[in-house]
């Protein structure tokens, strides 16, 4: 961005500066590395259980937990960003009954790895 440290956002007035810019895109992209793993995760998934050979079964079960734990990474992710971006200001609430792109929160649970 050159000249000033803040961007319109959408045109409305809204600024956002460049740290909180940099936060967003760089979650963004730790975010997009994890879903590309676990595209590879899935696929060695699948494939290890269409062999139905014992031992890739078996590997499953650490590729379905490194899966899981990816997931959780991603929530983390979208939690703390979400949780940065409403300290970077107010959001004004728009009209007809739109939650104006705020996501309604539900509860995460953790399952317990042996």
Same mark, same amino acid.
């Given at each position: 961005?050159? *000249?000033?440290?803040?961007?319109s956002? &959408?045109?409305? *007035? @809204?600024?956002?500066?460049n740290?909180?810019?940099? +936060?967003?895109?760089?979650?963004?992209?730790?975010?997009?590395s994890? =879903?590309?793993? @676990?595209? =590879? #995760?899935i @696929? /060695?998934?699948?494939? @290890?259980?269409?062999t139905?050979?014992?031992d890739?079964?078996? $590997?499953n079960? *650490?590729l379905? $937990? /490194? #899966?899981?734990?990816?997931i959780?990474?991603?929530?983390?992710?979208? +939690?703390? =960003?979400?949780?940065? =971006?409403?300290? +970077?200001?107010?959001? /004004? +609430?728009?009209?007809?009954?739109?939650? *104006?792109?705020?996501?309604? &929160?539900?509860?995460?649970? &953790?399952?317990? /790895?042996?």
């Open positions: 961005m050159e *000249g000033g440290d803040t961007f956002v &959408h045109g409305n *007035g @809204n600024q956002v500066d740290k909180a810019f940099h +936060a967003v895109q760089k979650s963004f992209v730790q975010v997009q994890i =879903l590309n793993q @676990n595209r =590879l #995760l @696929n /060695e998934i699948n494939q @290890n259980h269409e139905m050979i014992p890739n079964l078996g $590997r079960v *650490g379905i $937990r /490194e #899966l899981n734990n990816n959780r990474r991603v929530v983390d992710l979208y +939690a703390d =960003l979400s949780l940065s =971006l409403s300290f +970077a200001g107010p959001t /004004e +609430a728009s009209s007809g009954g739109d939650s *104006g792109g705020k996501l309604g &929160h539900k509860r995460v649970r &953790h399952v317990n /790895e042996s």
